[in-house]
């Protein structure tokens, strides 16, 4: 018998936070037993649980309701965010039974969205019931281009003019002429390889069409609902059309228009000022949260964003539009990815507050990452989940059974909140890990906010650091969740279960989440029928320089009395019979992590890659590093994906993510 080799010591990685870019790196570093045989993963978060922004709690005293940062939907464009579900929710194999056993018990078609109009001081509903199809999000074969997407595009314009919801346009469209020029338009997009020099035949088409167009618009068109919305979206559209050739879109890549915001770009590209001030466009913006500040009067978004972000969301969806999830996000993605990681020999620091990143004295590497213990435990390990209704599930607060009883008891006391880094507890103990010793590299999965805190010497020692810092703005949001006793008929919504946004402001989107009221512990006698989560932005003041417990409960105060007075001024146009709620939540995201990363135009050059940190054993993760794609799940899941395969060198076939056109420094150094 040959001698065993000797086995090679697992290299260390150290995960800073766990949220969807955290968490998505350490699957995609101990997901398989050859990777486990080489990677030894740690996560240090703050608090109690994991998610970050997409976290959601249990509240045990208020019949286990679930409590969300803010309402979340996913986009059926997703590829690589329902591919980590798919093979977590697969290896994971949960027992018949169990309320979210499968990714599609998870996660649920939802094609109905409700923009909401103002017309003439009053608002009116315009619901989009969004075609189903047959495809699974996560799985087919290559993405369209973007010549792709734009002759899908011209198609849809063409179609669209010739059944036009009103016959005087129809009738327009059907002349010789016009009819030819459609035509026309669409086959030499659909016959030409665009290489930057021969579009100006399908752009003059396009001149002539928009001379058409708008020549057709009528007062009498206009304020007939079905024509007018029809005329806003193809007058979006074309902007689009014209805007992507004029500007070389498709040739010179998604990023040349960057600079611009969208709207002001869909403007200098003909889009007129009906289609620039309509709902779509102003839900669009507050499905990004896009007010720079989080003031409603200064919506600005990279139409570079934007753009790709829509291309997909429209052109791309699999399944249906958006996919609504069947509990709050905490139990359903974060509860199975964090058994999952924990099966896969993942260790779990709860309660470790991230307070610097430490670099060497050259810059070139990490040297060390200070923490600070928040608590101490009774036993070696925090078992974070409950189980409710059958489901492994995140409480709201700490199990403080678990902590030490002398801490736990202060900590109560106090009042303390263990997510909130200005919060009057100053934990328990420092920890230091170190390069070499306590790890061979580093994943940053903490968000930008918390920069200047954490990353303050990366700051101070790297320009690049400092440029991605100053010009990458982090918003406050707030969310609202009300339940009522009856269902949405009697609160006098008849549309079925929908998607709302660009309506008033500062909680423009909502959705009905009573889907998830049967894994919610209510008394006998006392169910609520229905439950709508409401979303929006929040002003945002400059954070305190030292600890101050009391800027949380003051922008929790903030948000509610905005939630209060929003309420009275916009309830009663979507819900008019609706009574006195049953419960009611109110959270401001007010904390330096917690606060949403905006895309702001020119900002994108700005950000680092996974693997650009310029440290050479840090990799980066999270919806702020350049993915090409906007804030949401999908990029902060891409994110934790490049990270990984920038430190084990495996192929993740990862979708969606655009090359940095700015990247201007060498890639980290990989562990495998
Ligand atoms: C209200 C709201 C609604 C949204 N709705 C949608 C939606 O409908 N669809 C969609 O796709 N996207 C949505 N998004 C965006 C999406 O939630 C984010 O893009 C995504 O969750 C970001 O993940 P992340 O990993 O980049 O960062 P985060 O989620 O911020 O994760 C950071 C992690 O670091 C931890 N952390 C912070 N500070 C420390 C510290 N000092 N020490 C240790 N750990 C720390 C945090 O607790 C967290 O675990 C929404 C965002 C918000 C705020």
């Known amino acids: 018998m040959s001698p065993e080799a000797p086995r090679k010591p697992r290299k260390r990685v150290a995960i800073l936070g766990g949220g969807a870019a955290a968490m998505t790196a350490a699957h995609y570093m101990s997901r398989t037993p050859e990777l486990r045989e080489r990677l030894e993963v740690t996560v240090y978060q703050m608090g109690w649980r994991l998610g970050g922004k997409g976290a959601s709690g249990r509240n045990l005293a208020e019949s286990a309701r679930i409590e969300e940062h803010g309402l979340h939907v996913w986009g059926g464009f997703y590829y690589n965010a329902f591919r980590l579900m798919q093979e977590c929710y697969g290896a994971l194999d949960r027992p018949p039974g169990c309320p979210l056993r499968t990714w599609t018990d998870a996660f649920q078609k939802h094609p ?35 010549w792709q997407h734009l002759q899908t595009l011209i198609g849809w314009i063409k ?24 035509h026309g338009v669409h086959a030499e997009a659909l016959s030409t390889t665009p290489d930057g020099t021969n579009h100006h035949g399908i752009l003059s088409g396009l ?6 167009f708008h020549g057709t618009l009528q007062d009498h068109i206009w304020r007939n609902d079905e024509a007018r919305r ?53 839900g669009y913006y507050d499905y990004f949260f896009a007010y720079a500040g ?13 753009l790709h972000h829509l291309l997909r969301l429209v052109g791309e969806y699999k399944g249906a539009l958006f996919w609504k999830m069947g509990s709050g996000m905490g139990d359903a993605a974060f509860g199975p990815l964090y058994e999952l990681c924990r099966r896969n020999g993942v260790r779990f620091r709860f309660f470790h507050e991230v307070k610097e990143l430490v670099p ?4 070139r590497s990490l040297a060390a990452v200070r923490l600070r213990r928040q608590a101490d435990l009774k036993r070696a390990e925090y078992q974070p989940l409950v189980t409710i209704a059958g489901l492994p599930s995140w409480p709201s607060a700490p199990l403080y059974a678990q902590i030490v ?21 100053d934990g328990v103990a420092d920890v230091e890990l170190q390069a070499g010793r306590d790890f061979d590299a580093v994943v940053l999965g ?80 006392s169910k609520p029928g229905t439950v709508i989560y409401f979303c929006g932005i929040m002003d945002t003041p400059e954070l305190p320089q030292r600890r101050d417990p009391g800027f949380l409960a003051g922008e929790t105060g903030r948000a509610d009395a905005r939630a209060a007075d929003w309420a009275r001024q916009y309830l009663p146009h979507l819900y008019p019979r609706a009574g006195a709620p049953l419960a009611r939540y109110v959270r401001a995201n007010c904390t330096p992590s917690e606060r949403y990363v905006l895309d702001l135009p020119g900002t994108n050059r700005y950000r680092l890659e996974a693997d650009t940190s310029g440290l050479d054993n840090l990799a980066l993760a999270g919806d702020w590093i350049f993915t090409g794609q906007g804030g949401a799940v999908e990029s902060a899941i891409t994110a934790g994906m490049l990270a990984a395969q920038a430190l084990t060198g495996e192929d993740l076939r990862i979708r969606g993510a655009l090359p940095s056109p700015w990247r201007r420094r060498p890639s980290l150094r990989r562990l495998l």
């Open 159 to 182: 179609n669209s003019i010739f059944v036009f919801p009103h016959e005087d346009v129809r009738a327009a469209a059907a002349a010789p002429d016009t009819a030819a020029l459609l």
């Open 207 to 212: 001149e002539r069409l928009r001379g058409w």
């Open 360 to 363: 060497d004295g050259g810059s």
């Open 112 to 146: 109905l969205v409700v923009w909401e109009e103002l017309v003439d001081g009053q608002w009116r509903h315009w619901p989009v019931e969004t075609p189903l199809n047959d495809g699974v999000p996560g799985t087919g074969g290559e993405d369209p281009t973007l």
């Open 446 to 525: 903490i968000s930008i906010g918390a920069f200047p805190q954490i990353c303050a010497r990366l700051i101070a020692a790297d320009p690049a650091w400092r440029a991605m810092a100053a010009n990458l703005p982090a918003i406050q949001t707030q969310a609202l969740q009300l339940w009522w006793p009856g269902d949405a008929g009697s609160l006098g919504w008849d549309m079925g279960n929908a998607t709302g946004t660009g309506y008033g402001q500062p909680l423009e989107s909502w959705s009905d989440m009573s889907p998830v009221l049967p894994l919610e512990t209510w008394p006998a006698g």
């Open 230 to 282: 029809m005329y806003i979206l193809l007058d979006l559209a074309q902007a689009v059309v014209r805007g992507m050739l004029r500007d070389g879109v498709p040739w010179r890549g998604i990023m040349c228009i960057d600079e611009h915001d969208f709207a002001e770009w869909l403007g200098r590209h003909g889009a007129t000022s009906g289609a620039l001030t309509s709902a779509p466009l102003r």
């Open 294 to 306: 989080g003031d409603a009067s200064q919506p600005r978004i990279s139409a570079a964003i934007a």
């Open 405 to 425: 009883d002398a801490q736990a008891a202060e900590i109560q006391r106090r009042g303390a909140n263990l997510e909130d880094p200005l919060t009057d507890w």
